[in-house]
């Protein structure tokens, strides 16, 4: 099996479900297989874009498995069930986000894109931070699962934004999209549960959000020079507009981003229930779309 097969899943027996299923958070297992794509620049047939949206994918495989590790290290000082088995189901689900991605990861590098360097070098740095204190990991991943909850919620919410990724491509990202979503408030509740202040996620939501930027920043550029298109003006200002422009996606993301910095803030404030049910059918239902990609015991 290549890199490309890589079966997204935990082991889940077909008549015992996962506990994070219980209380909405369900590690599905799907399937990937990118082996005969001829997908080129996938999102939008544009470069910048798609180079933009593959940079964030060659950032998840580590990044989520430095949320795994933040929230598991303080699963034992949780007593409440349901935050517990919440956690579960959050560690699957990000496990599954990781093989995911480095399935489309690998598809980047077989087209001699520099993914592999790009992701170890993150490596080194999320590493290097790990070994800081479990309480400023915990205070990074709810400030990137915010980000991340956010562009899930908008890819689910926007036609034009999930239409323009490639057919082939995009059962990957409305997968994440749904289950960012559906788990975006398990981190938070583990910091504020085991004694996490307002003071530390704010100054780190603002240490974290200039990284976040400077590091996508490095690794669009490196995969842009790396096909020759670091100088196509054209494209490059066209795509610019459509992230960061008056009506760019991650401009219109701005007012919920700073929903962060209210002391009395919580994920669920932003309600995507109906969202989540609609997508869960759309994708996962009767009729389901990703039906065909399920392996194992079908969870809703």
């Not at 579960?88 to 489309?104: D, M």
Request: proline content about 4%; charged content about 20%; hydrophobic content about 45%.
């Amino acid at each position: 099996m290549t890199a490309a097969q890589t079966a997204i899943s935990p082991t889940l027996s077909a008549n015992r479900q996962p506990a994070g299923a219980r209380v909405g958070i369900p590690p599905r297992r799907v399937m990937m297989n990118l082996d005969t794509s001829d997908a080129g620049y996938w999102y939008a047939d544009s470069p910048f874009l798609t180079y933009f949206w593959s940079a964030f994918s060659v950032l998840l495989p580590e990044g989520e498995q430095f949320f795994v590790n933040a929230v598991r290290h303080y699963r034992d000082q949780i007593t409440d069930a349901d935050l517990k088995a919440a956690i579960s189901g959050f560690i699957g689900q990000e496990a599954l986000h990781t093989q995911g991605h480095q399935v489309l990861n690998d598809f980047i590098n077989a087209k001699q894109l520099p993914a592999a360097e790009l992701e170890s070098q993150l490596k080194i740095l999320l590493d290097a931070v790990a070994k800081i204190h479990p309480r400023l990991n915990l205070a990074i991943t709810i400030s990137l699962e915010h980000f991340t909850a956010l562009l899930g919620e908008q890819l689910l919410a926007e036609a034009d934004h999930h239409g323009a990724v490639a057919e082939d491509i995009r059962p990957l990202w409305m997968w994440h999209a749904l289950e960012e979503t559906e788990h975006k408030a398990v981190a938070w509740d583990v910091y504020q549960q085991t004694g996490g202040g307002y003071a530390l996620r704010a100054g780190t939501m603002a240490l974290t959000t200039v990284i976040l930027g400077g590091v996508m920043a490095y690794s669009t550029g490196r995969l842009m020079h790396a096909d020759g298109k670091l100088l196509n003006m054209r494209d490059n200002l066209k795509g610019l507009r459509a992230l960061f422009g008056r009506r760019g996606r991650m401009t219109r993301l701005a007012p919920k981003f700073l929903d962060f910095f209210r002391p009395s803030f919580h994920p669920n404030d932003h309600d995507t229930t109906a969202l989540v049910a609609e997508w869960r059918e759309k994708l996962f239902g009767a009729d389901g779309s990703l039906n065909g990609l399920l392996k194992g015991a079908k969870i809703h």
